[in-house]
């Protein structure tokens, strides 16, 4: 069964620096989403892309945080400047279209020190 | 913002016994309604998708919707030990681009 891969599984990384995380999304599925679990916490939305456009983001998803699809398989979340609060555990999803379930990567945990 | 309320368990039952999950909401714009299911360091996997009211049957699990009462189920039937789990709600509304909104999830222990 496709799946949402998602690398690295865990990345450390010093308070101030830039962090990559990467996904592939499910091949035939044009919307991809980014959220973020803070440990013991609800999964928040931060971020839907659509069409290489953002077409939602909520308000966690500040300038610190890009998104970008490079090519025809990845879909990328950059933090620009991380700060302790980033550190949580990072979802990529993906679906067919806006109105469909969503599937899940299994994450990448992010520990900012 | 405490759009989806749910139940953070934790739930234990008897292997065999019937599992109800619930959740919350207040937004009355929401339309389609998912559960959940999230192994310890995994991502969520995705078990029952339903639009609108109305119950959706999928195997020993059946989803309930009911938005007069903002209030959602899942039950599992004759549960397994392999169920023990978080399940998690989650629900949008039908605007395109659709994020969604998750309950905080209940964790389930099914004992052998």
């Known amino acids: 069964e496709p799946e949402v891969t998602q690398t690295p599984s865990h990345q450390v990384t010093q308070m101030g620096q830039e962090v990559i995380l990467r996904c592939v999304p499910i091949?035939?599925?044009?919307?991809f989403y980014w959220y973020r679990q803070i440990l013991g916490q609800k999964v928040e939305f931060l971020v839907s892309f659509y069409n290489n456009e953002i077409s939602e983001k909520s308000e966690i998803f500040d300038d610190q945080f890009s998104v970008e699809r490079p090519d025809g398989s990845n879909f990328t979340l950059k933090i620009r400047s991380t700060k302790l609060e980033d550190s949580a555990m990072y979802f990529c999803a993906s679906s067919t279209d806006g109105n469909q379930p969503q599937h899940f990567g299994d994450g990448t945990r992010l520990s900012i020190l | 913002q405490k759009e989806v309320e749910q139940d953070p368990g934790p739930l234990s039952v008897p292997e065999g016994a019937i599992v109800s999950l619930n959740c919350t909401y207040s937004n009355s714009a929401f339309q389609y309604f998912m559960w959940y299911r999230q192994y310890s360091r995994k991502g969520p996997e995705l078990l029952m998708y339903?639009?609108?009211?109305g119950n959706k049957e999928d195997g020993r699990f059946t989803a309930q919707v009911d938005k007069s009462s903002k209030y959602i189920s899942l039950f599992i039937r004759d549960s397994q030990p392999s169920d023990s789990a978080t399940y998690l709600c989650a629900m949008s509304t039908s605007n395109t681009g659709n994020q969604f909104y998750f309950g905080t999830g209940t964790s389930l222990t099914v004992i052998p």
């Open positions: 339903t639009y609108s009211s």
């Open positions: 091949s035939n599925h044009l919307y």
